[in-house]
């Protein structure tokens, strides 16, 4: 992981953080939160992580593999819902 305080200009040096991705995503909610979309090398399928501040830390979607998914964030960072493909 590398971080930028200028926008992406500049980046730090990059960290490992402990898991490996496989073609990773990420993107920022409007609220500020960051989500990773990636395919996972353990254990097939899809993960999910996410970061309320600024990817210091995440929280893992451990037993939510699957092949398609939609899933909302929690609007107090608990955790996520798994949606149907039918849900607002």
Do not use: Q
């Not at 920022?28 to 210091?56: E, K, M, N, P, Q």
């Amino acid at each position: 992981m590398s971080w930028s305080a200028d926008e992406g200009k500049t980046w730090t040096t990059p960290v490992a953080f402990g898991m490996r991705l496989n073609a990773p995503s990420l993107y920022t909610l409007r609220d500020g939160t960051l989500v990773c979309l990636h395919g996972c090398y353990t254990r097939g399928g899809l993960r999910l992580i996410f970061s309320t501040d600024g990817g210091h830390t995440t929280s893992d979607a451990k037993n939510m593999s699957r092949r398609l998914l939609r899933v909302r964030i929690r609007a107090d960072h608990s955790g996520i819902d798994l949606l149907s493909l039918t849900d607002p």
